[in-house]
């Protein structure tokens, strides 16, 4: 079994900052990709940013130059500082991350519980 659980959520005013954080525990062999997505009411989830094992990073247009992706793989842990905040940037943040599970070998790819960024204008 394994679990991504995600903090650092929260009521910010626009320009202001946030971090975000997700942690991954359980039958962890190794951890691909990790990465960052956002969703808003009535819309598609969409790719905030990724990040693989090496430390290369893309990021959505619109995040570019404000959020940062990092990840600590001795803790199994991504980050997502957040920068400049708008209004627009107001949704829930999941976790997404690429694991190969000891003893099944299997790769799979798991998702957090969310995390609700709302930015204040």
């Known amino acids: 079994q394994v679990q991504l659980v995600e903090s650092g959520g929260g009521l910010v005013q626009a320009g202001g900052s946030l971090r975000l954080s997700c942690a991954a525990s359980?039958?962890?062999?190794?951890?691909?990709?990790m990465a960052w997505y956002r969703q808003t009411p009535g819309k598609q989830r969409e790719l905030v940013a990724h990040?693989?094992?090496?430390?290369?990073?893309n990021y959505a247009d619109s995040v570019k130059g404000r959020f940062t992706i990092s990840r600590d793989n001795a803790k199994n842990t991504a980050y997502l500082q957040m920068d400049s905040l708008r209004p627009e940037d107001t949704a829930v943040y999941y976790c997404?991350?690429?694991?190969?599970?000891?003893?099944?070998?299997?790769?799979?790819?798991?998702w957090g519980q969310g995390t609700q960024v709302t930015v204040s204008s």
């Open positions: 359980g039958r962890i062999f190794s951890i691909n990709t």
């Open positions: 997404n991350a690429n694991i190969v599970e000891i003893t099944s070998w299997r790769t799979r790819d798991y």
């Open positions: 990040i693989t094992t090496g430390g290369n990073t």
